[in-house]
């Protein structure tokens, strides 16, 4: 999820008429899916559109910001389904931009795993808006041949052992609720700081900073760094460590006992959608929820689908990689919210990084 | 008899400025409209205030930022403006023949793209980078110098590399266009070298040096990118601050609200630049 | 004019006192492209001096050098006893007057003039006052707070003496400062060229192409050709008594009849030309055998009953007279009619005085 420059979304609006083909206006049948290109491979969507009526169109996006800015521009009427983070649902709803999800057409969602269930995330007033579709985690990753002990969160605040060999994702959030778990916050307060609480974490990112090589902004680059040895730990995504390791370097990840950042992205349907294409869409988002589906994303990704449909079929190994041959490790997750101040978050980041 | 073909021509270049007008001022017409509203998660409310250029005039850390970015920018300008006289009065003066190399050479950087030029300053500044071996190896060092890259100092290097050029081009057509028989008068006249300079060279090349200076100010004002990838820890500009406001914090009439002010500031300096190109182009008043 | 030609041609440096300026042995040259090959010269003080010659003589070079704009190849120039050709222009006690002027675009008149002035010991509080007086002296003091774009080539061309002049420099060079003139002002400003040399008493050196504008000016002429100097001396002496066929036909346009001496007798030569054999006065160096050139201006000849038989090609009304050329054994000839022109294709007869013409050095290739 890169930063995009902020034209992308001011120009939303301007830009919107050009993205979406005009052809689509006669074929009833074709949806339009706003999704991650690595969601959407054909080979992983081969066997659902070899058997239906359904033809799908897809158009990528390079954050969720920008899907909501399109959506909120007025791209609500021609796209079919859309991919926001579990999070973001609220933002689409505040703003009256989805339908409810008709789970009488989408009964793989019975397999979803409890947390997806139960989480309040995602829906409003009993109903469900975006439904869990696959899920992660946020580690820490770290070069083990250049330390010495596995790291946790308190390695960002504390000991001057890596300084200046430190990284940390340029997000606000997720920036936040790490200070807050280092500073033992918990998980019900932990998006609802006072601005006691505030302060602190101010006080304790700003020693952060000056611990940080840097701060990155796309996990490319975050790879590099790694590769290079300009940075030995950094809170960051999964494939550094694998991609690393498959180039010989010994990488380690550490799931921190405070918490352990987890993120999920859901399907949600926007609200101008009805007739064949809804029905075509929610035959979609189950065969999205799927085993088949599920199964390639498992293996090409690798990503774990929010329910358990193709677990069975994988191996302990490919189980492993996306976290699911113990499923007791979602105990210690902090699944990511938003913040009802979150303004107050981004500017209080802001303010500690022009320090 | 040309006066139907220049009417047709009239004609046809209408729709082509009309489009590109609007197409260059209706976003920013709109981010103004917007820098009046106020938010409210993620609603908009269309009630007019001043509130957002009272929190930008309030905050420390806007002002902070906005300044540090017209200080990058002026810095920039300074350093390309020293580096980029001789070059520029090398290639307009010195070159004959190979002149169109030099230009193309002068630009190559240009067409490499940003992320190219920046990694390649990674690459050169980095802990294992050219720079830092060499020093070892010539026994300055042990230890690598870790200030070298994610730095403000590797910022500013390669933003000066980055805009270069433009200076460059500026100042290359300043000089194409000024005669040789000026600096021989004030040479004739007594003028030492830097007198010649400051008296006549530096006043009659003033037009190509704010051309250069505001192509350079105005896009290291812009560049959050080289800050961002380079500057380390401290390279947050007021650019990705505003793009945090657009995009994470779903505030867009504060991040209108700053882009304005940056806006603002900007054609001042653009204003300043243009009346003091007009004064020192010595256009006859009319007599 | 005859005696003119019996005496032996005047050395410059006979003229007053010590020189000025010398230049000695001057070479200049542009990678292989040699534009001064050898030069001697000196200026005498208090002097109008021009150096005469087409474009790409190497008259401009030798400027340059003098002022200190470009580097002497070899050679040495001497000023005032100093050698100065490793001395900057800006140390050089010399100011310019430049082809197109150069004043400097962003400053006023006033300001042009009081430049040079910083870098002289003069009191900050006289610059000003000294600048108007400079300017007082071309009368253009009047238009002190004008740009110099706001002025005619005229004006502009007053403001850069005035600019140069004001540093009293030892010598003052002009380069062609009146070739961007019309004609009229050109003729105005040569009057108040040498008046303003008279005047001040400083030694001028003006570079030209225009024979009749440095015959109105010098005291001296310099006649360059091809990087070398092909005569120097008094205007009239050059006029009168052209060294060699190039000067002759350069300056007033005579008509050159090439043939060889036959004989020397005293001050005067015995030449053999396709237009006849003439006992006539010419360069004392020339010596029997040699190519000479029997040099004759349209103002020498004449048209009379017997003399050279020619036919008339063409008769140019000048306003005064007529200009008539004939042909006679292949040579054109110039010849000057008050009244009553010849008519196309006549058969005339020219005649022409031996005592008042010239034979002048010429080199085998021109024969």
């Known amino acids: ?355 | 008899m040309s006066q139907p073909v220049d009417k047709i021509g009239n004609w046809l270049a209408l729709p082509v400025v009309a489009a590109l007008t609007a197409l260059c001022l209706a976003p920013l017409l709109i981010l103004f409209v917007y820098s009046f509203f106020q938010v409210d998660f993620v609603t908009i409310l269309h009630e007019p205030t001043f509130a957002n250029y009272a929190k930008v005039a309030g905050s420390e850390t806007y002002r902070g930022l906005i300044a540090r970015a017209f200080g990058s920018a002026l810095l920039v300008v300074g350093i390309t403006a020293i580096i980029g006289y001789p070059v520029a009065w090398f290639i307009a003066k010195r070159v004959v023949a190979a002149k169109s190399t030099f230009l193309t050479l002068l630009l190559v950087p240009l067409y490499s793209g940003d992320l190219v030029r920046i990694f390649a300053w990674r690459v050169l500044l980095g802990a294992e980078g050219a720079v830092n071996r060499s020093l070892m190896w010539l026994g300055v060092t042990d230890t690598p110098f870790g200030g070298l890259l994610f730095s403000p100092l590797a910022t500013h290097i390669a933003l000066t590399y980055n805009y270069l050029p433009f200076m460059v081009i500026g100042l290359w057509l300043a000089f194409e266009s000024l005669d040789d028989a000026w600096t021989e008068a004030a040479a004739d006249l007594g003028a030492p070298a830097v007198d010649r300079f400051r008296r006549v060279t530096l006043p009659l090349t003033l037009p190509g040096l704010i051309a250069g200076g505001l192509m350079v100010f105005v896009m290291v004002a812009g560049d959050y990118l080289t800050p961002q990838l380079l500057g380390g820890a401290s390279g947050i500009t007021i650019i990705s601050a505003v793009n945090d406001l657009f995009g994470t914090a779903f505030d867009w009439p504060l991040g209108s609200a700053i882009a304005w002010t940056m806006l603002a500031i900007l054609m001042l300096c653009f204003g300043v630049g243009a009346l003091a190109i007009r004064r020192s182009s010595f256009i006859s008043e009319g007599t | 004019m005859t005696a003119l030609h019996n005496s032996t041609q005047t050395k410059e440096s006979d003229r007053q006192g010590r020189p000025l300026l010398e230049a000695k042995g001057l070479f200049k040259s542009y990678g292989k492209v040699e534009a001064v090959s050898g030069v001697d010269f000196s200026l005498a003080e208090n002097s109008y001096v021009t150096l005469l010659g087409p474009s790409g003589c190497g008259k401009t070079s030798i400027l340059r050098m003098i002022g200190g704009f470009e580097d002497v190849t070899s050679g040495a120039l001497v000023l005032d006893n100093v050698r100065m050709d490793h001395i900057p222009a800006a140390k050089r006690p010399i100011n310019t007057v430049f082809q197109n002027y150069a004043l400097f675009p962003h400053l006023s008149v006033a300001e042009n003039v009081a430049f040079g002035l910083s870098y002289q010991n003069v009191p900050k509080s006289e610059i000003s006052k000294r600048a108007l007086d400079a300017l007082k002296t071309v009368r253009m003091d009047a238009l002190a707070d004008r740009r110099p774009r706001q002025l005619s080539g005229g004006q502009q061309q007053r403001v850069a003496l005035a600019r140069a002049i004001v540093n009293a420099p030892r010598l003052l060079l002009l380069d062609e400062p009146l070739s961007a003139l019309d004609r009229r002002m050109r003729k105005d400003m040569q009057i108040e060229l040498k008046e303003l040399q008279r005047r001040l008493g400083m030694t001028f050196l003006h570079v030209t192409h225009d024979q009749e504008e440095a015959f109105a000016l010098s005291d001296w002429i310099i006649v360059m050709h091809d990087g070398r100097i092909e005569q120097q001396g008094r205007p009239e002496e050059i006029y009168a008594c052209p060294s060699t066929a190039y000067v002759a036909d350069f300056i007033g346009g005579a008509t050159c009849v090439f043939g060889e001496v036959v004989e020397r007798e005293g001050d005067k030569v015995v030449i053999d030309t396709p237009i006849g054999r003439h006992l006539v006065p010419g360069v004392s160096t020339l010596s029997t055998g040699a190519p000479a050139a029997l040099c004759l201006r349209p103002e020498q000849l004449t048209l009379a009953k017997a003399g050279i038989a020619a036919h008339v090609k063409s008769c140019v009304f000048r306003g005064s007279d007529w200009i008539i050329e004939c042909e006679a054994a292949d040579q054109v000839m110039q010849v000057v009619v008050g009244v009553n022109p010849p008519a196309q294709g006549a058969l005339v007869h020219v005649h022409f005085d031996p005592d008042r013409a010239w034979v002048a050095a010429a080199s085998r290739g021109d024969l």
Do not use: H
């Not at chain 1, 409810?100 to 979803?112: E, H, T, Y």
């Open chain 1, 1 to 355: 999820m890169d930063r995009r420059n902020f034209f992308k979304t001011a120009m939303a609006s301007v830009a919107l008429g050009a993205l979406f083909p005009a052809s689509r206006a006669f074929a009833d049948t074709d949806i339009l899916w706003m999704t991650w290109e690595n969601l959407a491979k054909d080979d992983y969507l081969s066997p659902f559109l070899s058997t239906s009526d359904v033809s799908l169109t897809k158009t990528f996006i390079g954050t969720d910001d920008e899907q909501f800015a399109k959506l909120r521009a007025g791209g609500a009427s021609s796209v079919d389904l859309i991919t926001p983070g579990l999070d973001k649902v609220e933002f689409y709803t505040a703003s009256d931009l989805l339908q409810p999800i008709d789970f009488d057409k989408v009964p793989n969602a019975a397999l979803l795993y409890d947390t997806f269930k139960k989480t309040p995330l995602g829906k409003v007033d009993g109903e469900t808006y975006g439904i869990p579709f696959y899920w992660g985690i946020n580690p820490i990753v770290y070069r083990a041949d250049l330390m010495d002990e596995e790291p946790d969160w308190s390695v960002f605040f504390e000991g001057d052992k890596y300084d200046g060999k430190l990284a940390m994702r340029d997000y606000a959030l997720e920036g936040i609720m790490i200070a807050a778990m280092y500073l033992g916050i918990p998980e019900e307060e932990m998006f609802d700081l006072d601005d006691a609480q505030l302060a602190e974490v101010k006080k304790v990112l700003m020693i952060q900073k000056s611990k940080l090589r840097t701060y990155w902004n796309s996990i490319g680059d975050l790879t590099n760094l790694f590769a290079t040895g300009e940075v030995v730990c950094a809170f960051s995504w999964v494939p550094p460590y694998y991609d690393l390791r498959a180039k010989g370097i010994d990488m380690g990840m550490a799931k921190p006992k405070e918490g352990v950042i987890g993120w999920c992205d859901t399907i949600a349907v926007p609200k101008g959608v009805t007739g064949d294409r809804l029905d075509a869409t929610f035959e979609l988002v189950n065969y999205l929820l799927g085993p088949e589906y599920g199964k390639k994303l498992a293996v090409g990704g690798p990503y774990a689908q929010s329910t358990s449909a193709a677990r069975d079929m994988l191996s302990a190994e490919e189980q492993e990689k996306i976290f699911i041959n113990d499923l007791s490790v979602m105990d210690n997750f902090v699944w990511k919210k938003n913040p009802p101040r979150y303004n107050e978050w981004v500017a209080l980041w802001n303010e500690v990084k022009a320090s």
